[in-house]
């Protein structure tokens, strides 16, 4: 870190407190998803031409007052947060040493508005997780098969009179996912393209319907204890 990174560091943590204390509406979730971000990019490091390694393991820590409104959103919040982190990387060419682990904290030393990211590189296994996103809902694939329709007997149910009983299913073999229209009368489309079966690709998009299916995988930790860390910390606060 140069010095000019050192003072804006430093500057910037003398202004969290002073705005912390003047401006006590709660926090948002996209300041924290802000908070990461810039946490990704401070902490990035180059390792040679084709790499730049940044770290994987999050500990947001939040005040009491944050954390409570913030837990209270339950695993949905964690999976954006991880899939955040994981599409910056991927726009900005950055490189894990191991899947990606996001949690929060309350932090009694903290005021409320205020974030402190501590992350860490983790050397370890990713656990792939693959989800559908449906109405704003995340539906972890935790078989091989998923059916997706309008029927009681299709494993996702939708409420779409525009689909079929059962409309399509995605099949995922632990590495790789595929889409199949099971004949459907008004057929499906991937990525705005009519579609009877084909390769799936993750953040491809599945109309049926009136309804639009996301589907992602999610690099996620299966570190264990042992696993070598290096640590850091940035303390700031969003929405300034």
């Known amino acids: 870190m140069g010095l000019l990174d050192s003072f804006e560091k430093?500057?910037?943590?003398?202004v969290n407190g002073a705005f912390a204390k003047t401006f006590k509406s709660g926090l948002q979730p996209v300041e924290i998803t802000a908070a990461l971000r810039r946490e990704l990019d401070t902490r990035a490091a180059v390792v040679s031409r084709?790499?730049?390694?940044?770290?994987?393991k999050f500990v947001v820590g939040l005040s009491s007052v944050d954390y409570d409104r913030m837990h209270g959103l339950g695993p949905a919040l964690i999976d954006e947060l991880v899939d955040l982190v994981q599409?910056?990387?991927?726009?900005?060419?950055?490189?894990?040493?191991?899947?990606?682990s996001v949690s929060l904290a309350p932090d009694p030393r903290l005021s409320q508005g205020m974030i402190d990211v501590r992350s860490e590189n983790v050397k370890g296994a990713v656990s792939w997780t693959p989800v559908l996103e449906i109405?704003?809902?995340?539906?972890p694939l935790t078989h091989s098969?998923?059916?997706?329709?309008?029927?009681?007997?299709?494993?996702?149910t939708?409420?779409?009179?525009?689909?079929?009983?059962?409309?399509?299913?995605?099949?995922?073999?632990?590495?790789?996912?595929?889409?199949?229209?099971?004949?459907?009368?008004?057929?499906?489309r991937l990525n705005g393209n009519p579609v009877s079966r084909a390769p799936l690709p993750p953040d491809s998009v599945i109309d049926i319907?009136?309804?639009?299916?996301?589907?992602?995988?999610l690099a996620q930790s299966a570190a264990s204890s042992d696993d070598r860390r290096v640590s850091d910390d940035t303390t700031w606060m969003g929405g300034l």
């Open 10 to 14: 430093g500057l910037e943590r003398a």
């Open 50 to 56: 084709d790499r730049i390694l940044v770290p994987n």
């Open 87 to 100: 599409r910056h990387a991927t726009a900005q060419r950055y490189s894990f040493a191991g899947g990606i």
């Open 135 to 139: 109405d704003g809902v995340r539906h």
């Open 145 to 156: 098969r998923t059916i997706i329709g309008r029927g009681s007997d299709a494993t996702i």
């Open 158 to 188: 939708v409420d779409d009179t525009g689909i079929s009983r059962k409309h399509v299913e995605i099949l995922w073999d632990g590495t790789r996912a595929e889409v199949h229209d099971l004949g459907s009368t008004n057929g499906s």
């Open 209 to 217: 319907g009136r309804t639009r299916i996301v589907f992602r995988v």
